[in-house]
């Protein structure tokens, strides 16, 4: 879903994207706040690994 949000945001040219919960909005999501969201988990499922 991440990932999705991401090629939306890339493909549209809008900056941000809403983030709603049961039909309220409940904050917005920008390229970068993904990007910093998919290195932090890519960081730690190699943490895991190594462990």
């Given at each position: 879903?991440?990932?999705?949000?991401?090629?939306?945001?890339?493909?549209?040219?809008?900056?941000?994207?809403p983030?709603?919960?049961?039909?309220?909005?409940?904050?917005?999501?920008t390229?970068?706040n993904?990007?910093?969201?998919?290195?932090i988990?890519?960081?730690?499922?190699?943490a895991?690994?190594?462990?």
């Amino acid at each position: 879903m991440v990932e999705n949000a991401l090629m939306r945001i890339q493909e549209s040219g809008v900056p941000a994207l809403p983030v709603t919960h049961a039909g309220q909005l409940v904050g917005i999501v920008t390229a970068e706040n993904i990007t910093e969201y998919l290195m932090i988990r890519s960081a730690l499922k190699r943490a895991a690994l190594t462990s």
